[in-house]
């Protein structure tokens, strides 16, 4: 009589797929004869060592193990289907290993081909608690204890039954999850009946209706998953309203511990009612009018969106009905609330930002190219477009799909990607799910699990390479389609699109246009087929590049004014080879662009008047140093002989640079320092340049041979301080010192026209900016010269100056022209504004009195104070007058206060003992904000303001820039009165005392 056969070699069983060959040959020796005909099942398994090890703890724990061995040995069908779970599950190896009888579950041949309906699973469910699931409010008779262990039993029996069907019968991924979601509605039903035992006769106090939201109500469970529900109760005949409450509320509680608290057999699943009015803080259970007057006044469009999947699942099913009757038509109205936009923007948003970094890339469900961005996109397309379409109302994902590509709103070829791409994605959840029966969402990173994956879902050869290549397409897939789902069917509205694209009505197009935030969608779809319209090369390009442009402008503050921007710029770059191009093939560029029109009104008028500067956006956007641009100012200056046009080519080199800046400030990439700091080199190299071509000008003019005296201009205010904001004026005061020699008189005029001319040439209309110099600060303001000498500022200084012009000279910083004039003026007002002695106690109080008749006088008529930028508590003026008075104060023994700029001079002032660290800091931050709100104001309304905006989609446009998210506005708002109080008591500390 010959022995078991003997055991493969090791080498052997390593090319079979087992990682532990020796422990597989010990296995398979305990196996005996049934080693043989079940080693190729083994192999073909998820995990070969762990199906194997699994077989042989289920044949221990049984009292004839040979007989199943044998049976199994026959069976390839029954053996495929145990040992395919084994490897794939130890969640159900451990079970199988508690409950061995539950082997023969998988004997059943119908397995493969026969779903259990929905009923049978409430049925058996029910009886498994001893309820009788005809009766209209089945409640459980078994002991209560059992009946909770049973129905977990009961649970893992028949998700047995699902996972070897499953994972053996290639068993559709929507099949599996619908049949998850009945289990799981018939697992309600019977966990309700034990709490009707628990409860007692109160419990016949109130008709409950449990609604499954989320998967679980649209019919696509995961394996592992909360199952979201809401409780609807109404009071029995008879019954007071209180005692119903009671009742209801003592059910569902008692429902969702059933299935959720541990014991001997484990859990089911949390029973997760977040979903309910009012989330967490909000009652357990209400009735169905109270359900629907806080779903008609106070629901959020999130809230709507959930209501998409509602579906009654247990408890009483007339009540059921009527919920979701009295709901359903809420969802198709949402899209027409105001806010919907922002908030469905801030719905994903929030989502993608609470990922933690470390998951990011290995999200499944959450993160870019994941689960979640087709759950939202279908939705999202089913509220838009549900309203005018029932058809399209199918709580599934997948079927939801289906009906949108058949109904036209998503093309074909699309759709059927997207499918296939979503169906992977939920089949892999499903796999790393099944494993140990935990709910996981982040797919592993390490060899062994990647393995096991890949093998689970038929990649026998390289698995772990060979799923995550797969996984990584399917990702891709659903980033590019992403985008595509919601705009490329627009173009189909208004272009003639090649292939079986979707075609939207217009009626469809100018509705998505509005969901998607587009205030006139009448003037889009015009836009729209401008740039699509046609056979041409740039029509095609177009067709190709605004599916995302319309993404990037919907994500903006402004769609309108982006799409708008988009078609006067290409209009006017239509026919420059590169615009497009570089726009197709370098997505930086056609990004930062999109976010740029959408934005600002300031940039985008630039732009339009500097097309060009969209090749700027591909480059970096830091501020350039003034010494190249006054070179390059001059140089372009130095070709043309009229002045004019010299200074337009000046103008011009300035708009380019304006551009540069505003869109570094734009994009987040320029600080708020170096945004003004940028501003104020621009405008030293602008005055520069002109500063040269008005000398030669009125050289000729005058038929002087040279200059008959050295001029220089001095930047005072926030130009001297070197923050100067998009809106500024350039103060200055201009100084001359004449050559040897010279004529005073001539030399006088000389400069005093020069300056004129350098005015004038600035401000003259034109298609750039206009650079307004204003001398107003000049000793005397608008009635002295325009001009002085060096001796002539001294001897005013010397005998007519008060504190407020030593205040003004704090900001005095001489730049432009001669350096010899420069540096002599410096010399001249150093000791007047930082004395050596500090101020008398008379010019403090004198400084506190201006400034308070500067509070009370020259806030605008009508402004508020707690919001104006410049003038308001704890504005600009606040913290810039107590920096001011602490150099006056303090600069002629603290060297750090020697500097026009504000910063630079509070840092020095912590670093003296002056202000505490904490003041400087809360100074320091108040000041960073209100110059990045001004700073914002002006780049988003074209023009600059010391008020917050009014209009809301302004105000969002500044917090966008601000780095809020688009229903950020009132948190910016509550940010900046906050920042500000803090800034206005250190002023008060600091300033007045």
């Known amino acids: ?26 296995g398979l020796a305990a196996l005996g004869e049934a080693a043989e005909p079940l080693l190729a099942i083994v192999a073909g398994t998820a995990d070969p060592d762990q199906a194997l090890a699994g077989l042989v703890r289920l044949v221990e724990g049984l009292d004839d193990p040979a007989a199943m061995l044998r049976e199994i040995a026959d069976d390839e069908g029954t053996a495929m289907r145990l040992l395919s779970v084994l490897g794939a599950s130890t969640a159900l190896a451990e079970h199988l290993a508690r409950h061995p009888e539950h082997w023969t579950e998988l004997t059943d041949p119908a397995i493969g081909c026969t779903r259990p309906a929905a009923y049978a699973l409430r049925e058996d469910m029910l009886r498994v608690v001893g309820a009788d699931p005809a009766d209209p409010t089945p409640t459980a008779t078994v002991v209560d204890p059992v009946a909770v262990d049973a129905l977990r039993v009961e649970y893992r029996r028949v998700l047995l039954r699902l996972a070897a069907r499953d994972l053996s019968h290639h068993l559709g991924v929507d099949d599996v999850a619908a049949e998850l979601s009945d289990l799981a509605a018939a697992t309600l039903e ?121 579906r009654p699942v247990a408890g009483d099913r007339a009540l059921g009905r009527a919920y ?35 998951e990011a890339e290995r999200q499944l469900k959450l993160g870019s190219g994941g689960l979640r961005d087709v759950e939202f996109a279908v939705q999202l397309l089913q509220m838009v ?75 026998l050869r390289d698995s772990a390479t060979a799923l995550d290549k797969e996984w990584q397409h399917h990702r891709r897939e659903v980033r590019r389609l992403h985008q595509k789902l919601f705009y490329r069917p627009l173009l189909g509205a208004v272009a003639l699109l090649p292939g079986e694209e979707a075609r939207l009505s217009p009626e469809a197009a100018r509705a998505r246009l509005a969901a998607l935030g587009y205030l006139d969608p009448e003037a889009a779809l015009r836009h729209l087929e401008a740039l699509t319209g046609g056979v041409s090369r740039a029509a095609n390009i177009q067709r190709t590049l605004l599916p995302v442009m319309l993404q990037w402008f919907a994500e903006g503050p402004d769609p309108d004014a982006g799409l708008f921007g988009f078609r006067r710029i290409s209009e006017s770059l239509g026919g420059s080879p590169w615009y497009l191009q570089t726009l197709r093939d370098e997505g930086q560029v056609a990004e930062r662009l999109a976010h740029v029109l959408a934005t600002s009104r300031y940039a985008t008028a630039l732009l339009e008047r500097e097309p060009q500067g969209v090749r700027m956006l591909g480059e970096s956007l830091a501020p350039l140093a003034a010494e190249a641009l006054s070179e390059e100012m001059l140089a372009g200056a130095a070709r043309r002989e009229d002045p004019d046009k010299a200074v337009r080519a000046v103008r011009a080199i300035r708009r380019r640079e304006l551009f540069r800046i505003a869109a570094g400030d734009l994009l987040g990439l320029t600080d708020v320092t170096e945004v003004g700091a940028g501003l104020s080199r621009l405008t030293d190299a602008t005055l520069e340049a002109t500063l040269a071509v008005a000398g030669a000008a009125v050289r000729r003019q005058r038929r002087l041979d040279a200059a008959p005296t050295r001029l220089a201009i001095v930047a005072m205010g926030r130009y001297g301080g070197f923050e100067l904001s998009y809106g500024s004026d350039a103060d200055v005061m201009f100084v001359h010192e004449p050559e040897p020699g010279a004529d005073p008189h001539v030399a006088s005029t000389y400069a005093q026209a020069v300056a004129n001319e350098v005015r004038r040439l600035l401000a003259a209309p034109g298609h750039d900016p206009a650079l307004v110099v204003d001398a107003d600060l000049r000793p005397e303001g608008k009635q002295g010269p325009l001009v002085r000498t060096l001796d002539s500022y001294a001897a005013y200084y010397a005998k007519w100056s ?18 010899g004039v420069r540096r002599r003026f410096e010399e001249l007002v ?24 500067v ?33 006056m104060r303090w600069a002629g023994t603290v060297p750090g206060l020697r500097t026009s700029r504000t910063l630079p001079a509070l840092a020095a002032a912590r670093d003296a003992g002056l202000v505490a660290t904490d003041d400087a800091d809360a100074l320091t931050e108040g000041w960073r904000r209100v110059s990045r709100i001004r700073n914002a104001i002006t780049l988003v309304r074209g023009g600059p303001s010391d008020q917050l905006p009014r209009d809301p989609r302004e105000r969002a446009a500044v917090a966008s820039i601000l780095g809020y998210p688009p229903s950020g506005s009132e948190e910016m708002l509550n940010d900046h009165l906050r920042q500000t109080r803090i800034s206005r008591s250190v002023v008060d500390r600091v300033f007045w005392e």
């Open 385 to 459: 477009h549900g309203r005018a379409d029932p058809s399209i109302r199918p709580p599934t994902t997948l079927s939801a799909l289906a009906r949108l590509t058949r109904g036209g709103y998503i093309g074909r070829e699309d759709g059927e990607a997207l499918h296939e791409a979503y169906a992977f994605l939920r089949t892999l959840e499903h796999r790393m799910q099944l494993h140990q029966l935990r709910r996981l969402h982040v797919v592993p990173a390490d060899e062994a699990s990647m393995r096991r994956l890949g093998r689970s879902m038929g990649y």
């Open 830 to 853: 150093d000791p007047l504004r930082y004395p050596a002695q500090g101020l008398s106690d008379d010019d403090v109080v004198e400084v506190r009195r201006i400034k308070a008749r």
């Open 324 to 358: 979701v009757d009295t709901m359903g038509p809420l969802v198709w109205t949402a899209v027409e609330r105001e806010g919907f936009v922002e908030e469905t923007q801030a719905m994903r948003r929030r989502v993608v930002d609470h990922i933690p970094s470390r």
């Open 1 to 26: 009589m010959s022995g078991p056969p003997a055991a493969p070699a090791p080498q052997n069983l390593s090319r079979l797929g087992f990682l532990d060959p020796q422990a597989a040959r010990e």
């Open 855 to 887: 509070d009370q006088e020259r806030l605008p008529r009508g402004a508020d104070p707690a919001t104006h930028l410049k003038l308001g508590r704890g504005g600009l003026a606040d913290i810039e007058w107590t920096v001011q008075l602490l150099q």
């Open 190 to 310: 019977a966990a309700l009946a034990v709490a009707r035992q628990r409860v007692g006769e109160g419990a016949g106090l109130a008709r409950l209706a449990v609604i499954a939201m989320g998967k679980c109500g649209g019919h696509e469970l995961n394996y592992v998953s909360d199952v979201d529900v809401v409780f609807v109760y109404e009071a029995v005949e008879g019954a007071s309203d209180n005692a119903a409450n009671r009742a209801a509320t003592q059910l569902a509680a008692h429902l969702m511990r059933i299935c959720s608290d541990p014991t001997g057999e484990g859990e089911i699943w949390p029973v997760d009612a977040n979903l309910r009015p009012e989330g967490k803080s909000g009652p357990l259970v209400r009735t169905l009018a109270s359900h629907e007057g806080y779903y008609q006044r106070w629901a959020k469009t999130w809230e709507f969106q959930a209501l998409l999947k509602a």
């Open 802 to 819: 008060a504190v407020w012009e030593f205040q003004a000279l704090l900001r005095a910083d001489a730049v432009v022209g001669d350096e």
